[in-house]
């Protein structure tokens, strides 16, 4: 039974400016604002203000983090946690028929033949208002190569010694070369070792032979243990 009326907002609402004296009004709010309404008589009394107060749930911002951020093809597991803000609910897709709805995933990925893996997350707030993420995740093809076979009269000097490939620098590396009857013929601690072929000065003879490598990657702290064996052919 107001005669008139006077509407305000805290914090202040553009979209309220032109309706303080409305009986209706219609806003939209960005953020939780409490508006408040008093009636006025027609004899210039008021009546006790009231208050309600309209909570605003921002859509989520998708973000990601990954430790590490990067596949290690050798170790592919990544962990992955939905950081978005205003998000309270996750549903990850790994585009390969593997889905998860947990804040964190720890994934170990498969089939590294491309030089990235694509990841989506679809990230949600409580009312269920969604955004989604695509991103693509480096894969780092990491291998330690030595050839089957050397021949050390070659006249080509990329096949007449044995030695080991990598595209990485190695922090720590041993390897051992025995022959048939489980001599050791040659050892080296230095990752650029070069095998000619040689024992005690004297050419090796045509044959198989054994070789056992141990390393460690920069930023690891596991040893890896690598076996083969190479062919010295004269």
Not at 48 to 64: G, H, S, W
Not at 205 to 234: A, F
């Amino acid at each position: 039974k107001a005669f008139s009326y006077t509407w305000s907002a805290s914090p202040e609402d553009a979209s309220l400016l032109g309706q303080e004296n409305n009986d209706t009004i219609r806003v939209t709010p960005s953020v939780t604002t409490t508006y408040t309404l008093v009636g006025h008589g027609s004899d210039g009394c008021s009546a006790n203000p009231l208050t309600k107060t309209v909570t605003v749930l921002p859509f989520p911002e998708p973000a990601v983090e990954m430790n590490p951020d990067f596949v290690d093809s050798e170790n592919p597991v990544v962990t992955f946690q939905d950081v978005s803000p205003n998000s309270t609910s996750s549903f990850w897709d790994f585009h390969n028929g593997d889905t998860y709805n947990t804040r964190t995933v720890e994934y170990v990925f498969t089939n590294l033949k491309a030089d990235s893996v694509p990841v989506s997350l679809t990230t949600a707030n409580k009312l269920g208002c969604q955004a989604t993420l695509d991103f693509w995740v480096p894969v780092q093809l990491f291998t330690v190569w030595f050839p089957n076979a050397f021949l050390p009269n070659s006249d080509y000097s990329d096949v007449n010694v044995f030695r080991v490939h990598s595209s990485n620098q190695l922090e720590y590396f041993r390897i051992y070369i025995y022959d048939r009857r489980g001599q050791l013929v040659f050892s080296s601690q230095d990752q650029n070792f070069e095998w000619d072929g040689v024992v005690k000065d004297r050419p090796a003879p045509q044959g198989t032979y054994v070789y056992v490598c141990k390393y460690r990657r920069p930023g690891t702290q596991e040893i890896i243990t690598q076996k083969g064996s190479v062919n010295l052919i004269r």
